[in-house]
C-alpha cells in the first residue's frame, strides 16, 4: 500500500528489543503532503495540529516512544538500544507489572498494528515506568516528566474522542506526575545528580525545542496548575519561588534576543498569574 492517505508507516527492517530480545517493525510517523496543519500554542507549550480535508484529525504524539509489543520495555527513540546490563535485568523482570499496570486502564493494547490514542497513552505509561531503571546519567528524570506531560495532552484528547469515560481524570494524574518530575528534574540539574543540559530535544512538544527555559516554565505552570495545596505555607513559598524561576527567562523586562518571542510571552504572563494567585492568598508586595 502506498502512503496515500496513511498517516504512519511500519519500518522495511525489523529491529530488536535490547531487553526481551523480540524482533518488530517500529511505526513511525509520516510527514508532509499536509498531513500536519501547525494550529495555536497552548500555555503548557503544546502545538495544536488542526485537521486537514484529506487526513483528518492526526496525532503526532502517539508515535515518539518505540515500544517492544512482547514485554512492554518502552523508551524514546534515542534511548531505546542505550541500556546497561543491570537496567536490562531489572526491565527484563519488570515486564509483568508494566502489563498488569497497562491493564488497569485499558482491555487491550496493541503495538503491531497502527496505533490509536490508546497506544499513545500506553506507550507513555510504559516509558515512565521503564526510564526508572536508567542510570542518572541518562537524565531518566526529566525524559519521565515528558513522557507525563504527553501522556496528559494524548489522554485529553482521548477525552475529546470518547467522553464520559474519565479520561480527563487519567489526564489531571499524569499532569500531577508530570509536576512531580519536572521539578525533582531542575532539583537534579541543580544539585548535578542529573544533566539536563546533555537531552538532545526536550520539547515539550515534537515541532520546537524550548530547551532549559522550556523546562523552567513547565515547572512554574505545573506548579501553578497542579501543585499540593493542603499547606498553604508550602503552597505560598512554593509560587513564589515559582514566579522567580518564571522571572529568570525574561529577565525582569530585559530584552533577550535568543529566546523564542512566544516562550517570553507566555512566561510574562505566567509571572502575572503566580502574582495574582499570590495575592489572592492574601501575599503582597515582593517575592
Known amino acids: 500500500m502506498g502512503e496515500e492517505g496513511r498517516v504512519s508507516f511500519f519500518s522495511k527492517s525489523k529491529i530488536a528489543c535490547p531487553v526481551c530480545k523480540a524482533s518488530f517493525f517500529r511505526e513511525e510517523l509520516l510527514t508532509g503532503r ?7 500554542l497552548t500555555k503548557d507549550l503544546r502545538r495544536i495540529y488542526d485537521p486537514s480535508q484529506k487526513f483528518g484529525k492526526v496525532y503526532p504524539l502517539i508515535y515518539p516512544v518505540v515500544v517492544c509489543p512482547s ?99 487519567l489526564a489531571q494524574l499524569f499532569y500531577r506526575k508530570a509536576h512531580f518530575f519536572y521539578t525533582a528534574a531542575i532539583d537534579y540539574e541543580q544539585s548535578g545528580k542529573e544533566s539536563i543540559g546533555t537531552v538532545p530535544h526536550l ?36 509560587l513564589k519561588y515559582a514566579r522567580r524561576t518564571v522571572a529568570r527567562i525574561f529577565g525582569l523586562g530585559r530584552a533577550s534576543r535568543d529566546k523564542p518571542t512566544a516562550l517570553l510571552d507566555l512566561a510574562r504572563e505566567l509571572y502575572d498569574t503566580i502574582g495574582v494567585e499570590l495575592t489572592r492568598m492574601g501575599v503582597h508586595g515582593e517575592t
Request: overall charge negative; glycine content about 8%; hydrophobic content about 40%.
Open 71 to 169: 514485554c512492554y520495555y518502552a523508551a524514546f527513540a534515542s534511548d531505546f538500544h542505550e541500556l546497561a546490563d543491570t537496567s536490562r535485568r531489572a526491565l527484563e523482570l519488570d515486564a509483568d507489572r508494566r502489563l498488569e499496570q497497562v491493564f488497569l486502564l485499558f482491555d487491550e493494547v496493541d503495538f503491531r498494528e497502527p496505533r490509536s490514542l490508546k497506544e499513545g497513552v500506553a506507550g507513555y505509561l510504559f516509558a515512565l515506568m521503564c526510564y526508572d531503571q536508567f542510570p542518572d546519567e541518562a537524565c531518566p528524570t526529566i525524559k519521565q516528566g515528558l513522557a507525563a506531560l504527553r501522556a496528559a495532552w494524548v489522554a485529553s484528547d482521548l477525552e475529546v474522542e470518547r467522553p464520559g469515560e474519565n479520561w480527563s481524570y
Open 34 to 40: 499536509g498531513r500536519l496543519i501547525a494550529g495555536r
Open 203 to 238: 520539547g515539550p512538544d515534537l515541532d520546537k525545542n524550548y530547551g532549559y527555559d522550556g523546562v523552567l516554565y513547565l515547572a512554574a505552570y505545573l506548579e501553578l496548575q497542579y501543585g499540593p495545596r493542603e499547606d498553604e505555607e508550602k503552597r505560598i513559598a512554593s
